[in-house]
């Protein structure tokens, strides 16, 4: 549920692409986990299955991003969030409240037309959505984590030096379907000297100490946003 809370809110706000931001952007993009991912007898008898509403912090989230946004237009997504994250925890109560109530508010009609619907429903439905639901849940749950993690801006992982290597003849490579290319490629690589392998080798080292570098510092800004569920359970770090 905190995921739904803090990444969906703001991945809606941000919009299909995740980076343009614009006042009218909510609608692009569905939360995976929404009711509109049930079986055919359902979504098409019942289009109108409400959405759950946004908590207070995504609220208002929603609502400065653009400002955000337009303030720094080169900001990384995380850079912005920490900005969010900070002005809301020095809001005043009084102002804080106005979005709590409206949470509450929308959550009530949220409820009050789930019960409406499912009263149209018979026992054999409920569970067969039910079901449904679970299972695209357990799908797309590592998909989801994928999707915020981007959204947050988590560094790449290191990449080895074969996949360097990839990388590179790849895009030089023009003719035939990617398996051709793939195994051409794995071949040049096993025809390589220890000196030319030794060069992505290299590469790939430099890659590491480029990822630890990014994680270090990344790691540190979830902490001092509230999300330490993000930090690997080795590394500690403390909120400034």
């Given at each position: 549920?905190?995921?739904?809370?803090?990444?969906?809110?703001?991945?809606?706000?941000?919009?299909?692409?995740?980076?343009?931001?614009?006042?009218?952007?909510?609608?692009?993009?569905?939360?995976p986990?929404?009711?509109?991912?049930?079986?055919?007898?359902?979504?098409?008898?019942?289009?109108?299955?409400?959405?759950?509403?946004?908590?207070?912090?995504?609220?208002?989230?929603?609502?400065?991003?653009?400002?955000?946004?337009?303030?720094?237009?080169?900001?990384?997504?995380?850079?912005?969030?920490?900005?969010?994250?900070?002005?809301?925890?020095?809001?005043?109560?009084?102002?804080?409240?106005?979005?709590?109530?409206?949470?509450?508010?929308?959550?009530?009609?949220?409820?009050?037309?789930?019960?409406?619907?499912?009263?149209?429903?018979?026992?054999?439905?409920?569970?067969?959505?039910?079901?449904?639901?679970?299972?695209?849940?357990?799908?797309?749950k590592?998909?989801?984590?994928?999707?915020?993690?981007?959204?947050?801006?988590?560094?790449?992982?290191?990449?080895?030096?074969?996949?360097?290597?990839?990388?590179?003849?790849?895009?030089?490579?023009?003719?035939?379907?990617?398996?051709?290319?793939?195994?051409?490629?794995?071949?040049?690589?096993?025809?390589?000297?220890?000196?030319?392998?030794?060069?992505?080798?290299?590469?790939?080292?430099d890659?590491?100490?480029?990822?630890?570098?990014?994680?270090?510092s990344?790691?540190?800004?979830?902490?001092?946003?509230?999300?330490?569920d993000?930090v690997?359970?080795?590394?500690?770090?403390?909120?400034?």
């Open positions: 549920m905190a995921l739904l809370r803090g990444v969906w809110g703001v991945l809606i706000a941000l919009g299909k692409s995740g980076a343009d931001l614009c006042a009218g952007c909510g609608s692009r993009l569905r939360s986990l929404s009711f509109a991912n049930v079986p055919r007898w359902f979504s098409s008898n019942f289009i109108g299955y409400p959405k759950k509403p946004m908590t207070s912090y995504v609220r208002f989230s929603k609502e400065q991003l653009p400002i955000f946004k337009a303030q720094n237009p080169d900001a990384k997504n995380s850079e912005l969030i920490k900005k969010i994250a900070e002005l809301w925890r020095e809001l005043p109560d009084a102002e804080k409240k106005t979005y709590e109530d409206a949470y509450r508010t929308d959550w009530q009609a949220y409820k009050e037309e789930i019960n409406r619907i499912k009263e149209q429903l018979t026992p054999s439905q409920l569970v067969s959505l039910e079901k449904e639901i679970m299972q695209k849940r357990l799908k797309k590592a998909l989801i984590k994928k999707r915020e993690l981007t959204m947050l801006g988590k560094p790449k992982r290191p990449r080895s030096a074969y996949n360097i290597f990839i990388a590179e003849r790849f895009q030089e490579a023009k003719d035939g379907t990617s398996q051709v290319k793939l195994k051409t490629i794995n071949e040049s690589w096993k025809n390589l000297s220890s000196s030319q392998k030794q060069v992505y080798i290299q590469l790939a080292k890659d590491k100490v480029r990822y630890y570098n990014e994680m270090k990344w790691e540190e800004q979830m902490v001092e946003v509230g999300r330490d993000l690997r359970r080795s590394v500690k770090y403390t909120a400034k």
